[in-house]
């Protein structure tokens, strides 16, 4: 099936430091991404859409100064943290759309963010 | 109302238990209807997906969906100690279009 791969899965640093999440489709391209953030027994929160080649779009109270979104390729979209502080820990997951097909989307395995 | 409702359990069942997860949805135009499997500290797999109304059957699950009743479910034959895990349900009007998550629900089976 298809893969997702998302880098890194665990990230623990001080705040202020900024934060690069990657995330790629391994067998297929992708024009769309997505970025979620799931917080301990809750559900997945969408915070913004990734299209190739243009801006991202973000969701109602996600602020794209502080969750930067570059999806320079078919197959690659970053999201980067900016001065990261302790609020901002949480689980993060990418998901891709196979362009090629009417599939839903499929998930990486998610990075673990701890800012001390 | 949120657009998706999922009880979040927690579910508790012995091996071999059939196992029936629910969702209901408020927004009619959904027309996928997803669910995914998450194990704890990994991301969602897709189980299963259908369109429109029916059933869709892939080995030991079973996946309905009841538009007129806007009710969706997942049941899980001869459940396993490996199919311990936190349960999503997802709906779009589009497989391109934002996904709508219910909160999930965590099920453990027992040996």
């Known amino acids: 099936g298809a893969v997702v791969s998302q880098h890194p899965s665990r990230v623990i640093c001080k705040s202020g430091t900024s934060v690069k999440i990657e995330c790629r489709s391994l067998?297929?391209?992708?024009?769309?991404m997505f970025w979620y953030r799931q917080f301990p027994k809750q559900s997945l929160m969408l915070m913004a859409t990734s299209n190739e080649g243009s801006k991202a779009t973000y969701e109602q109270g996600v602020e794209k100064d502080k969750f930067l979104i570059n999806h320079a390729s078919l197959t690659l979209s970053t999201l980067t943290v900016t001065s990261a502080h302790p609020e901002d820990s949480s689980f993060y997951i990418c998901?891709?759309?196979?362009?090629?097909?009417?599939?839903?989307?499929?998930f990486g395995d998610g990075t673990r963010l701890s800012i001390l | 109302q949120k657009e998706v409702e999922q009880d979040p359990g927690p579910l508790s069942v012995p091996e071999g238990a059939i196992v029936s997860l629910n969702c209901t949805y408020s927004?009619?135009?959904?027309?996928?209807f997803m669910w995914y499997r998450q194990y704890s500290r990994k991301g969602p797999e897709l189980l299963m997906y259908t369109y429109s109304s029916g059933n869709k059957e892939d080995g030991r699950f079973t996946a309905q969906v009841d538009k007129s009743s806007k009710y969706i479910s997942l049941f899980i034959r001869d459940s396993q100690p490996s199919d311990s895990a936190t349960y999503l349900c997802a709906m779009s009007q589009g497989t391109g279009n934002q996904f709508y998550f219910g909160t999930g629900t965590s099920l453990t089976v027992i040996p």
């Open positions: 927004n009619s135009a959904f027309q996928y």
């Open positions: 998901s891709a759309r196979d362009r090629g097909g009417n599939q839903p989307q499929h």
């Open positions: 067998d297929f391209q992708a024009t769309t």
